[in-house]
């Protein structure tokens, strides 16, 4: 596609929901990004794909987040049992090469956690 | 990574030149100096990235100070649409992690 496509644009959960957000990144962009923006800060590193490995996920907050890339494109972040603390937009970047920091991201999902 | 210092937030009148500076005196050999700006409710968008030479593309200008510690970012003939936040990133291509590190940015009001 010509950008990066995320879904939901909105999600509001119950505390204790379990979610699920998709990124579709770039094309052919192999490294694929997931960041954590709360309101009035910048965005936060979670977990970095390369194509369909995972090789940093040092950002996750707790053992409730989980991200994937099986099949080296599409990815997904999941949450189980949200909590009101994890309220906050959800970014997806993908760049072309791996050790590339020109970065395309999507518009984000935001997430609330009632 | 090298840390980066941006003012907090700035005005510039629309029309005239918006000069964004950043610091980073602890910038290593090998670090290049990233832009991105984001808009409101927009992801960030990549503007310009330089080593140590000035660069310019469509969207802006970046100086970067010989001694390589500071950093300007101007784009020339601010409009309305270039209300964001502006970020200002230093990293090594490739570098450990392979993640860019935001911090807080400038927020840039463009007033008409």
């Known amino acids: 596609g010509a950008g990066v496509s995320q879904s939901p644009r909105y999600k509001v959960a119950k505390r204790g929901q379990d979610v699920a957000l998709r990124c579709d990144p770039i094309?052919?962009?192999?490294?694929l990004f997931w960041y954590q923006q709360a309101l009035g800060q910048g965005p936060e590193f979670l977990t970095y794909?390369?194509?369909?490995?995972?090789?940093?996920k040092s950002g996750l907050p707790s053992d409730r987040f989980f991200a994937e890339r099986p099949e080296g494109s599409v990815s997904t972040l999941k949450i189980q049992r949200t909590q009101q603390e994890d309220s906050a937009v959800y970014l997806c970047?993908?760049?072309?090469?791996?050790?590339?920091?020109?970065?395309?991201f999507g518009a984000g999902s935001r997430l609330t956690v009632l | 990574d090298a840390k980066t210092t941006q003012p907090t937030s700035m005005d510039c009148a629309e029309g005239r030149a918006a000069n964004l500076p950043c610091n980073h005196s602890?910038?290593?050999?090998?670090?290049?100096v990233y832009w991105y700006r984001q808009i409101h409710s927009q992801g960030p968008q990549y503007i310009i990235h330089?080593?140590?030479n000035n660069e310019t593309n469509e969207m802006a200008s970046l100086i970067i100070t010989e001694d390589r510690k500071s950093s300007t970012l101007i784009l020339p003939h601010a409009t309305l649409r270039d209300t964001a936040v502006y970020y200002c990133?230093?990293?090594?291509?490739?570098?450990?992690?392979?993640?860019?590190?935001f911090g807080g940015g400038t927020r840039l009001m463009v007033k008409p």
């Open positions: 970047a993908s760049s072309l090469a791996s050790g590339a920091n020109v970065l395309t």
């Open positions: 094309s052919g962009h192999v490294s």
């Open positions: 794909f390369q194509n369909e490995a995972q090789l940093d």
């Open positions: 602890t910038i290593s050999g090998n670090e290049y």
């Open positions: 330089g080593l140590k």
């Open positions: 990133i230093v990293r090594a291509p490739g570098g450990a992690g392979n993640m860019l590190t």
